[in-house]
């Protein structure tokens, strides 16, 4: 599940220590940018068998390319459009085992097989979201949903 050998234990415990580097990197900071960046550095150093994390933030009713780890990447994507603006419009995780089943599914990395994207909200509103890509099918699973959503809840506190 994770890139680096040093931690053991299983997919749960693994992701609260992510959460818990995350709030210690975070603590204190606030500038949304920098957290941002730092947050999407840290998924992309622990995350195993994916080639691009980062956030795509609201911007005039669409989402504009924000601090990511990866490939250049779509710079602006409309609500309602691919898998970030079908997450970003409904408010609510999207988890797509198989990008190319993906109605309308935008291709900016074509190694990209699935997908996971979590809504991030600040003070209500719908901020951004935070996407992360894999070159393999099946990437994600329940358990990554809940912790990626908690590691997302912990972010935005700091938003």
């Keep these: 599940m994770f890139k680096t050998q040093t931690y053991e234990g299983n997919t749960k415990e693994q992701y609260e220590l992510v959460i818990k580097q995350l709030k210690a990197l975070l603590e204190g900071e606030t500038n949304s940018i920098?957290?941002?960046s730092n947050a999407s550095a840290l998924l992309n150093q622990f995350l195993d068998r994916i080639n691009w994390?980062?956030?795509?933030?609201?911007e005039n009713h669409e989402l504009v390319l924000g601090p990511f780890?990866?490939?250049p990447a779509c710079v602006r994507i409309p609500f309602e459009r691919g898998v970030c603006g079908t997450a970003a419009a409904s408010g609510k995780t999207i988890v797509v085992e198989d990008v190319n089943?993906?109605?309308g599914?935008?291709?900016?990395d074509a190694a990209s097989q699935s997908e996971i994207v979590i809504?991030?909200?600040k003070d209500g509103e719908l901020f951004g979201v935070l996407d992360i890509d894999s070159p393999k099918k099946n990437r994600f699973d329940h358990t990554d949903q809940i912790y990626l959503e908690k590691f997302v809840r912990t972010l935005?506190?700091?938003?």
């Design 69 to 71: 780890q990866g490939l």
């Design 53 to 58: 994390v980062g956030f795509y933030l609201v």
């Design 105 to 108: 599914h935008i291709a900016c």
């Design 156 to 159: 935005e506190s700091f938003l």
């Design 34 to 36: 920098a957290n941002l």
């Design 119 to 121: 809504p991030i909200f």
């Design 101 to 103: 089943t993906f109605p």
